[in-house]
C-alpha cells in the first residue's frame, strides 16, 4: 500500500446508515479537492452498514487512487477490498491480524495506534503508526495527555516505519506536528466534524507541501 501523507478518519459516532451516507458525501467533496486517504472507524455501526459505508467509500478512492482503512474489522476491510486495516488497544494483537490476513490470502497493510510509555516491542509487526494524541482533544474527554512535538519526535526515532501524528491537529498547528519528524498527518475532527472541512484541508494539504517527505 503506497501511504498517502495526510488521513482523514470518519467522524466515531455513526449510528446509522443514513449518517453514514452523510460522511461518504463529505468525503466525496473532500476527494475532489486532493484528500486521498480515509480510515473507516465507527464502532457503534452495525457490520452490515459499516461494510455498507466502506463500499461507498472505495468507489471514492479508487484502488491505485486513494486508500481506504478499515479499523479493527478485518472481515469487513477484506470484504470491502480496502487498502489496509488499522487497529487499537482493544483490537487483535498486530501478529493475529496478520495471521488473518495471509489465511485469507490478503495482503492488507496493518497500521497501529500508540501511545507515549509504549514500548516499541509492542509496534512489532506494524507497517505504519498514528501516535498521539499530538494536541488536546476536546471532542474526546478521556483523552490522553498530548504528546507534544517532543514526544512525536521520540516515537519517529523509536520506529522503524512510518509515524503518523494522531489528535488535535489542524490546519492552525499541523506544520508544528510535521516539525517533529512524521511520515504524515491523521485528522478527525478538523475533516471529519468541522464546518470549515474544505479550508481545513486546503490548510493541511498546505503544510504537507511544504513539509519534508
Keep these: 500500500m503506497t501511504l498517502p501523507r495526510l488521513f482523514?478518519?470518519?467522524?466515531?459516532?455513526?449510528?446509522?446508515?443514513?449518517?453514514a451516507h452523510g460522511f461518504a458525501v463529505r468525503v466525496r467533496d473532500l476527494v475532489r479537492l486532493g484528500l486521498r486517504g480515509v480510515v473507516l472507524r465507527e464502532p457503534e455501526l452495525e457490520d452490515g452498514a459499516t461494510l455498507a459505508l466502506a463500499r461507498e467509500l472505495r468507489a471514492l478512492l479508487p484502488v491505485?487512487?486513494?486508500t481506504l482503512v478499515v479499523h479493527d474489522r478485518v472481515h469487513v476491510a477484506l470484504a470491502a477490498e480496502?487498502?489496509?486495516v488499522h487497529l487499537g488497544f482493544r483490537s487483535l494483537p498486530v501478529a493475529e491480524?496478520?495471521?488473518v490476513l495471509e489465511h485469507a490470502?490478503?495482503?492488507l497493510a496493518i497500521g497501529l495506534s500508540t501511545h507515549a510509555g509504549d514500548a516499541p516491542a509492542s509496534w512489532a509487526g506494524a507497517d505504519h503508526l498514528f501516535h498521539g494524541p499530538f494536541a488536546e482533544v476536546t471532542s474526546k474527554p478521556d483523552a490522553l495527555p498530548p504528546v507534544g512535538a517532543e514526544g512525536l519526535a521520540a516515537a519517529?526515532?523509536?520506529?522503524t516505519v512510518p509515524v503518523f501524528a494522531?489528535?488535535?491537529i489542524d490546519a492552525a498547528n499541523a506544520r508544528?506536528?510535521?516539525a517533529s519528524g512524521v511520515h504524515g498527518l491523521a485528522v478527525r475532527g478538523a475533516l471529519a466534524l468541522s464546518e470549515d472541512a474544505e479550508e481545513q484541508l486546503a490548510g493541511l494539504l498546505l503544510a504537507l507541501s511544504e513539509a519534508a517527505p
Excluded at 8 to 19: E, F, N
Design 82 to 84: 480496502a487498502d489496509g
Design 8 to 19: 482523514a478518519l470518519s467522524p466515531g459516532g455513526l449510528t446509522d446508515a443514513r449518517a
Design 97 to 99: 491480524c496478520r495471521a
Design 64 to 66: 491505485g487512487q486513494g
Design 105 to 107: 490470502g490478503a495482503s
Design 176 to 178: 508544528s506536528a510535521l
Design 166 to 168: 494522531l489528535g488535535g
Design 156 to 159: 519517529c526515532a523509536a520506529a
